[in-house]
């Protein structure tokens, strides 16, 4: 089973909203960050281009905007 923190992660990489949501719910934070770049949901929603994830991520749960991953890359330097 994985953890809240990874669920919302992923969630956040392959568009699920209501995934990203229940995982906040549980008790993930929305600037949890992956063990392996250091990115934050932000971060997986803005390279994959989710763009309904990083509207809820910034306009509604509060995201670090300027969350700095593994590389010192904010979520815009995985902009593509």
Request: aromatic share 6%; charged share 20%; proline share 2%.
């Amino acid at each position: 089973m994985t953890s809240p923190q990874e669920r919302g992660l992923k969630s956040a990489e392959t568009g699920d909203l209501e995934g990203l949501m229940a995982a906040l719910m549980e008790g993930a934070s929305v600037d949890d960050q992956d063990t392996v770049r250091g990115w934050t949901a932000l971060h997986w929603a803005i390279f994959t281009q989710q763009q309904h994830i990083v509207e809820y991520l910034c306009t509604t749960a509060g995201a670090d905007t300027a969350a700095l991953d593994n590389e010192g890359k904010a979520p815009i330097h995985v902009a593509w």
